[in-house]
C-alpha cells in the first residue's frame, strides 16, 4: 500500500465525474413555514422527477434536500438508462409470479420512453445514446441462470437475445443482450426538470433537512431549519426512509456499497453497457468528455456498508481489472456509492404502510435507479392524483414477502444484530494515528473514534450511530464513519453524510495531550 493520504496511491479525494462536469444551480433553504399540495423529501431524480411531474399537473410542491440537489446516490450512478437489470426477471416470475414481472418490465420501459420524451420535449442536451445492455457470466454455474434470464425476458417482449461472445475483451461462457437501451448523463437532465418546478411556480429548499412528518390535522414535515411544510402529500424519496411509520424498513432493506473508476484508455472502446452476473460484479460503459475523447466507467466491487474491510482495496481491484482488459492511460475520476435492497429485489413504491393514507415512500432500488426511479414518480404521481396506476403491485411496499425472500429476511437481520454485538465488543486497534489514518482513543475511560488531518489536526468523535446504536467502522476510501447495520454515514468531524441517521455524532470535549492511543 503506498504511503499516500488517500491509499493505493491516489493523492486526491473521489470526486464523481456527473458532479464534476455540471454547474448546480442554488436553491435557498427554508426560511418559512409554507403550505403546499405535496411535500417531497430528497433532492435525487426520485424526488426531483416527482416533483416535476406533479408540478406539471398543475400542483404546488416544495422539495426539500438536506443538502445540495444531486449529490447523493443520483450523482454517483453508472448512468445506465435500461430495463436490463442483470437476472432480475427470472428471479421475479420463479420466486413470485410471471405477472409481477411482466409489471416491472412494462413500468421500467415506459420510463425510459417517459425520460426519451421529456429530453426531446424540454430539448436537453444530456449526452443521451442508444446502445446494448450485457449481462454476462464467465462462471460455469451462471450459464444456465442466464439462459432462463433470456427465456423470461422474451416473453415479456424484450428484444433480447443469448451469445457466446460480446465486444468486450473478455472470454465468456454465455451473455444476454437487450437492444435499444440508453446511456445518458443523469444531472444534465435533472438539473433541466428541476428548472422545470421552479418556472412553474413550486419550490425547492435545498439545506434543509426534514427531521419529522406530522400526522395530525393536516400532513406535514418539521425540518431542523425551525419551520414546517403542510401539504395534502408526503413523499419520503430520501433513499432511506427516514420516517418509518411502524413500516419496519430497518428490517426490510439493507445497504450495499460500490464503487467506479472514470478512466481513459489507449485502445477504441467497443461500445455498449455491460454486467457480470456473477460475483465480484463488474460494470463497464462509456462516455463522451468531447474533443473525440472518451472516459471509460469501471464499476463494481459491492459489499454491505461498514462491511468491505479496508475500502481502498476496492478502487485498486477495479484498476486491476481494467488493466487486465485496457491500456489505460489515467484514472481522472473514482466515486462510491451506496444504494439499498429490498428483500425480494423489487423496490418499494407507494402508501407507506396501509395506515398511513397520504404518506408516500419509494426505496430499495438495488443500483437500478435511473429507470425505476423513473417508475416510481410515475407510480407516485398517480397515488397523489388518486388515479390507478398499472404497477402498483409489483411495488406495493406492503406486498408480501414471499416464502424465497424468508431466508433474506433472516439472514440480513441476524447479520444487524450481529453487527451491534460486534461492535460494542470489538477491541481498539493498538497503533499510533499518523496523518491520513483513523483509530480509536480513550478519553477518561471511554473509546472514540479518532481522525488525523494531513495538518497533524485530531478530529475526535463518539463512534456509536446515532440512528440505532450500531458502533460505526472507519471508511478509509472516503474518510468516513460508516454504519454496518442500517447505513448511515458520517464525516471525520461527525457530521451526516447520509441517514438514516438525523443526528450529527457527538464530538467530546478534550485537550490532545489527554487522548491516549491504546
Given at each position: 500500500?503506498?504511503?499516500?493520504?488517500?491509499?493505493?496511491?491516489?493523492?486526491?479525494?473521489?470526486?464523481?465525474?456527473?458532479?464534476?462536469?455540471?454547474?448546480?444551480?442554488?436553491?435557498?433553504?427554508?426560511?418559512?413555514?409554507?403550505?403546499?399540495?405535496?411535500?417531497?423529501?430528497?433532492?435525487?431524480?426520485?424526488?426531483?422527477?416527482?416533483?416535476?411531474?406533479?408540478?406539471?399537473?398543475?400542483?404546488?410542491?416544495?422539495?426539500?434536500?438536506?443538502?445540495?440537489?444531486?449529490?447523493?446516490?443520483?450523482?454517483?450512478?453508472?448512468?445506465?438508462?435500461?430495463?436490463?437489470?442483470?437476472?432480475?426477471?427470472?428471479?421475479?416470475?420463479?420466486?413470485?409470479?410471471?405477472?409481477?414481472?411482466?409489471?416491472?418490465?412494462?413500468?421500467?420501459?415506459?420510463?425510459?420512453?417517459?425520460?426519451?420524451?421529456?429530453?426531446?420535449?424540454?430539448?436537453?442536451?444530456?449526452?443521451?445514446?442508444?446502445?446494448?445492455?450485457?449481462?454476462?457470466?464467465?462462471?460455469?454455474?451462471?450459464?444456465q441462470k442466464v439462459y432462463d434470464e433470456a427465456e423470461t425476458a422474451i416473453k415479456l417482449g424484450f428484444d433480447a437475445q443469448c451469445l457466446d461472445e460480446?465486444?468486450?475483451?473478455?472470454?465468456?461462457?454465455?451473455?444476454?443482450?437487450?437492444?435499444?437501451?440508453?446511456?445518458?448523463?443523469?444531472?444534465?437532465?435533472?438539473?433541466?426538470?428541476?428548472?422545470?418546478?421552479?418556472?412553474?411556480?413550486?419550490?425547492?429548499?435545498?439545506?434543509?433537512?426534514?427531521?419529522?412528518?406530522?400526522?395530525?390535522?393536516?400532513?406535514?414535515?418539521?425540518?431542523?431549519?425551525?419551520?414546517?411544510?403542510?401539504?395534502?402529500?408526503?413523499?419520503?424519496?430520501?433513499?432511506?426512509?427516514?420516517?418509518?411509520?411502524?413500516?419496519?424498513?430497518?428490517?426490510?432493506?439493507?445497504?450495499?456499497?460500490?464503487?467506479?473508476?472514470?478512466?481513459?484508455?489507449?485502445?477504441?472502446?467497443?461500445?455498449?453497457?455491460?454486467?457480470?452476473?456473477?460475483?465480484?460484479?463488474?460494470?463497464?460503459?462509456?462516455?463522451?468528455?468531447?474533443?473525440?475523447?472518451?472516459?471509460?466507467?469501471?464499476?463494481?466491487?459491492?459489499?454491505?456498508?461498514?462491511?468491505?474491510?479496508?475500502?481502498?482495496?476496492?478502487?485498486?481491484?477495479l484498476l486491476d481489472t481494467a488493466r487486465s482488459m485496457f491500456r489505460v492511460k489515467e484514472v481522472l475520476y473514482r466515486w462510491s456509492t451506496q444504494d439499498?435492497?429490498?428483500?425480494?429485489?423489487?423496490?418499494?413504491?407507494?402508501?407507506?404502510?396501509?395506515?398511513?393514507?397520504?404518506?408516500?415512500?419509494?426505496?430499495?432500488?438495488?443500483?437500478?435507479?435511473?429507470?425505476?426511479?423513473?417508475?416510481?414518480?410515475?407510480?407516485?404521481k398517480d397515488l397523489v392524483l388518486g388515479k390507478d396506476n398499472p404497477w402498483f403491485e409489483v411495488y406495493n411496499p406492503s406486498r408480501f414477502i414471499p416464502?424465497?425472500?424468508?431466508?433474506?429476511?433472516?439472514?440480513?437481520?441476524?447479520?444487524?444484530?450481529?453487527?451491534?454485538?460486534?461492535?460494542?465488543?470489538?477491541?481498539?486497534?493498538?497503533?499510533?494515528?499518523?496523518?491520513?489514518?483513523?483509530?480509536?482513543?480513550?478519553?477518561?475511560?471511554?473509546?472514540?473514534?479518532?481522525?488525523?488531518?494531513?495538518?497533524?489536526?485530531?478530529?475526535?468523535?463518539?463512534?456509536?450511530?446515532?440512528?440505532?446504536?450500531?458502533?460505526?467502522?472507519?471508511?478509509?476510501?472516503?474518510?468516513?464513519?460508516?454504519?454496518?447495520?442500517?447505513?448511515?454515514?458520517?464525516?471525520?468531524?461527525?457530521?451526516?453524510?447520509?441517514?438514516?441517521?438525523?443526528?450529527?455524532?457527538?464530538?467530546?470535549?478534550?485537550?490532545?495531550?489527554?487522548?491516549?492511543?491504546?
Amino acid at each position: 500500500m503506498e504511503n499516500t493520504e488517500w491509499g493505493y496511491g491516489f493523492n486526491t479525494p473521489p470526486q464523481s465525474y456527473w458532479m464534476a462536469s455540471v454547474t448546480f444551480d442554488e436553491y435557498r433553504p427554508l426560511d418559512k413555514d409554507i403550505e403546499v399540495d405535496a411535500a417531497i423529501i430528497g433532492g435525487g431524480i426520485v424526488g426531483i422527477t416527482t416533483a416535476f411531474l406533479l408540478s406539471q399537473e398543475g400542483l404546488k410542491v416544495a422539495l426539500v434536500e438536506a443538502d445540495k440537489l444531486l449529490h447523493g446516490t443520483t450523482g454517483h450512478t453508472t448512468a445506465k438508462l435500461t430495463a436490463q437489470h442483470d437476472l432480475i426477471y427470472n428471479t421475479i416470475e420463479t420466486r413470485i409470479s410471471l405477472d409481477l414481472a411482466r409489471q416491472y418490465a412494462e413500468a421500467n420501459r415506459a420510463a425510459i420512453s417517459t425520460v426519451l420524451e421529456l429530453i426531446n420535449k424540454l430539448n436537453i442536451d444530456c449526452d443521451l445514446m442508444a446502445q446494448p445492455a450485457y449481462v454476462y457470466t464467465q462462471d460455469e454455474t451462471y450459464v444456465q441462470k442466464v439462459y432462463d434470464e433470456a427465456e423470461t425476458a422474451i416473453k415479456l417482449g424484450f428484444d433480447a437475445q443469448c451469445l457466446d461472445e460480446i465486444p468486450l475483451p473478455v472470454k465468456v461462457k454465455a451473455a444476454l443482450r437487450f437492444d435499444n437501451q440508453y446511456q445518458f448523463h443523469p444531472l444534465k437532465y435533472l438539473i433541466a426538470l428541476a428548472r422545470e418546478i421552479t418556472a412553474k411556480g413550486s419550490y425547492i429548499f435545498e439545506h434543509t433537512r426534514a427531521v419529522d412528518i406530522q400526522t395530525e390535522n393536516r400532513l406535514g414535515i418539521t425540518t431542523g431549519n425551525g419551520h414546517s411544510i403542510k401539504a395534502s402529500s408526503v413523499i419520503i424519496a430520501s433513499h432511506y426512509p427516514f420516517y418509518d411509520g411502524n413500516g419496519m424498513y430497518f428490517s426490510r432493506i439493507y445497504p450495499d456499497r460500490s464503487y467506479a473508476l472514470g478512466i481513459t484508455i489507449e485502445d477504441k472502446y467497443p461500445g455498449g453497457m455491460y454486467i457480470t452476473a456473477e460475483d465480484p460484479g463488474r460494470s463497464f460503459r462509456s462516455q463522451p468528455l468531447g474533443n473525440g475523447q472518451e472516459l471509460v466507467i469501471v464499476g463494481g466491487e459491492h459489499h454491505k456498508t461498514g462491511q468491505g474491510g479496508d475500502t481502498g482495496v476496492h478502487y485498486k481491484r477495479l484498476l486491476d481489472t481494467a488493466r487486465s482488459m485496457f491500456r489505460v492511460k489515467e484514472v481522472l475520476y473514482r466515486w462510491s456509492t451506496q444504494d439499498y435492497t429490498t428483500m425480494d429485489k423489487v423496490p418499494y413504491v407507494g402508501n407507506l404502510t396501509s395506515k398511513t393514507a397520504g404518506i408516500y415512500v419509494a426505496t430499495g432500488f438495488r443500483k437500478w435507479g435511473m429507470s425505476n426511479g423513473t417508475a416510481a414518480a410515475m407510480v407516485l404521481k398517480d397515488l397523489v392524483l388518486g388515479k390507478d396506476n398499472p404497477w402498483f403491485e409489483v411495488y406495493n411496499p406492503s406486498r408480501f414477502i414471499p416464502a424465497a425472500s424468508a431466508g433474506k429476511f433472516t439472514a440480513e437481520n441476524v447479520n444487524v444484530a450481529k453487527e451491534l454485538i460486534k461492535g460494542k465488543l470489538a477491541p481498539v486497534k493498538n497503533e499510533e494515528i499518523n496523518p491520513g489514518q483513523a483509530g480509536y482513543v480513550e478519553i477518561s475511560g471511554e473509546k472514540f473514534g479518532a481522525y488525523r488531518d494531513m495538518q497533524g489536526r485530531l478530529h475526535v468523535v463518539d463512534t456509536t450511530c446515532t440512528h440505532l446504536g450500531c458502533e460505526l467502522v472507519w471508511n478509509s476510501a472516503e474518510h468516513s464513519w460508516d454504519c454496518p447495520c442500517h447505513g448511515s454515514r458520517f464525516t471525520y468531524e461527525g457530521e451526516i453524510i447520509e441517514g438514516p441517521a438525523q443526528k450529527p455524532l457527538n464530538r467530546p470535549e478534550f485537550v490532545e495531550d489527554n487522548v491516549t492511543d491504546e
